[in-house]
C-alpha cells in the first residue's frame, strides 16, 4: 500500500525515512516538507482541519474544531476597494462559522502537532512562544490530554489561558523576550525524554498553518492572485507557499503561486529591511539594531522573532522570491487604525498581527500592488477575544517555574526531569 506522505530535505532532495526528524542524514539547514500522495486533496467529513486530512501528515484526529474559515464581508470590500477581498478567518468568530476558542490560527499549528505525539508517549513537546502558540498548545493539550512543557516570557503571561481545565502542562517563564523563550527551551531540550517542537522545521505544524489558504480554494475553488499576512517567523508564509504549489501540481486550480504580501511592525522589521535590499542573510547591525529596544515598542509583539526562518533554504526568502513577493513595514499607528476599521465592518476585535495584515493590505492597495478587481486572501491570524469572554470562562494556565534569565539552573532541569517522568 502507497504511503500517505514522503519527507523530503528541500535542499538535496533526499527522502527522510524517521518522518519526525528535523533535518536530513547530511544535516542540512534547508526546510524539510512534505509530498503527499494524493495530488488532488478531497474534502472529508471530519472535525475541523481533518476535513483536509490527505494534506496533514497525521494518522487519527483530535476532536476539536479548530479551523479556519473563508468569507466574503461587504463594508471590508468597501472601504478597501477591492471587490474580491476574502478573509480566511481563524478565531472565535461563531457567526461566520469561526470556532477557535483560543482566538488564534497557532490552533492550526497545534492540533496536528500533538495528534502525532499521540503514538510518541515516551517523549514531550517543549514549545517556545510570544503567547499565542503556547495558549494554542495548552488548549488543544487541555482537549487531547498529550503533555507539553511551555515556556514564555513573563510579560506574556496574560495570554496563557483555556476554555478547558488542564492537568498536563509544565508553564516556564523567562525575563526577556520571546528569542530569550526560544533559547531557554533548546538547554532544557537536554533533559532526557523532552524533544523540541521545532517550529518552522516542523511539517505538521507548516501544513497545519497551510489549511489557511487549503480553505480559500476549497471554498472559492481556484488559487488567489494575492496573499496578505503579518510575520513574526513567517512560518504561515511558508506553509502558504508550499499548499499553493501542490494545488499548482493538481492542474485545476490555477496556473501561478499567489503573490506574497508580509508585514512587520515598525520598529521591529528585520525581514522587511533584508528582503527590499534583495539579501538573503539577515544582518542583525542593520535589519534589527538595538532590537530589544525596538521589540518593546511595537504594538504586535507577537511579530519579534530575532531568528526567523528567513535565509535557510525553503524560508521566507526562498518563499519571497517563488512569489514574487512584497514586504511592508506597519505603524503602531497604522495597525491601530486598521484594528479598528476591522471591528467597525465585522463587529469582532482582531489581533493585533491580524491588524497589522490589513494595514499592509491597505497600503499595497495605496500603491496600487493590488488592484481593484483582484483576487486577495487575507489571512486574518486572530481575533474575537471580547467574544469569546462572553461565551467561556477563561481559565489561566498556573506558572510551574519562573526563571529570572534564560538559563535554566541544574536543580530546575531535576525538577523538569521529575515532571516528565511523572507525565509520559
Known amino acids: 500500500m502507497k504511503e500517505k506522505y514522503s519527507v523530503v530535505c528541500s535542499e538535496c532532495g533526499e527522502i527522510v525515512h524517521d ?47 479548530s479551523r479556519p474559515v473563508t468569507f466574503h464581508n461587504a463594508d471590508l470590500s468597501k472601504e478597501t476597494g477591492l471587490s474580491n ?61 498529550v503533555p507539553v512543557i511551555l515556556v514564555v516570557p513573563e510579560n506574556s503571561l496574560s495570554r496563557l489561558w483555556t476554555t478547558v481545565e488542564s492537568e498536563n502542562i509544565l508553564l516556564i517563564t523567562v525575563k526577556g523576550d520571546y528569542s ?6 533548546r538547554k532544557i531540550t537536554s533533559v532526557e525524554c523532552v524533544i523540541p517542537e521545532g517550529g518552522a522545521r516542523n511539517i505538521a505544524r507548516r501544513d ?12 472559492k475553488g481556484h488559487l488567489p492572485l494575492h496573499y496578505v499576512q503579518a510575520i513574526g517567523s513567517g512560518t504561515g508564509a511558508i506553509a502558504a507557499n508550499e499548499a499553493a504549489k501542490r494545488f499548482l501540481k493538481a492542474g485545476r486550480y490555477g496556473s501561478e503561486l499567489p503573490h506574497t504580501h508580509l508585514a512587520q511592525n515598525a520598529p521591529f522589521t528585520p525581514m522587511v529591511s533584508a528582503w527590499r535590499e534583495g539579501r538573503r542573510d539577515l544582518i542583525p547591525d542593520i535589519d534589527m539594531p538595538d532590537a530589544r529596544e525596538s521589540i518593546a515598542k511595537v504594538y504586535a509583539d507577537v511579530l519579534t522573532n530575532r531568528n526567523p526562518p528567513y535565509s535557510i533554504r525553503g524560508g521566507v526568502f526562498d518563499t519571497m522570491t517563488d512569489s514574487n513577493g512584497l514586504a511592508y513595514a506597519v505603524t503602531n499607528e ?39 478587481s483582484d483576487s486577495v486572501l ?42 516528565v517522568k511523572e507525565n509520559v
Not at 32 to 47: A, P, Q, W
Not at 342 to 368: E, M, N
Open 19 to 65: 518522518k519526525y526528524a528535523q533535518s536530513c542524514s547530511h544535516n542540512h539547514s534547508g526546510l524539510l516538507k512534505t509530498e503527499y500522495s494524493k495530488k488532488d486533496l478531497v474534502v472529508h467529513n471530519s472535525f475541523g482541519i481533518f476535513r483536509f486530512s490527505d494534506w496533514l501528515p497525521v494518522e487519527g484526529e483530535i476532536l476539536v474544531e
Open 334 to 372: 497604522e495597525a491601530r487604525s486598521a484594528g479598528k476599521l476591522f471591528t467597525d465592518c465585522l463587529g469582532v476585535d482582531p489581533d493585533p498581527a491580524a491588524a497589522v495584515s490589513l494595514a499592509a493590505l491597505l497600503q499595497a492597495v495605496d500603491s496600487h500592488s493590488i488592484k481593484p
Open 378 to 419: 487575507l489571512n486574518v491570524t486572530g481575533g474575537g477575544y471580547s467574544r469569546v469572554k462572553e461565551d467561556f470562562t477563561l481559565i489561566p494556565v498556573p506558572v510551574t517555574i519562573k526563571l529570572p534569565s534564560n538559563e535554566p539552573g541544574i536543580e530546575v532541569l531535576k525538577d523538569i526531569s521529575g515532571w
Open 180 to 185: 530569550d523563550a526560544i533559547e531557554c527551551s
Open 208 to 219: 497545519g498553518m497551510a489549511t489557511v489558504l487549503i480553505d480559500y480554494v476549497m471554498t
Open 85 to 145: 477581498l476574502s478573509l480566511t478567518f481563524s478565531g472565535y468568530f461563531p457567526e461566520e462559522g469561526a470556532r477557535m476558542q483560543t482566538c488564534s490560527f497557532k490552533e492550526l499549528e497545534a492540533v496536528p502537532t500533538l495528534q502525532r505525539m499521540i503514538n510518541r508517549k515516551k517523549e514531550v513537546l517543549i514549545i517556545a512562544s510570544a503567547g499565542n502558540t503556547a495558549r494554542a498548545f495548552a488548549q488543544v493539550s487541555a482537549i487531547s490530554k
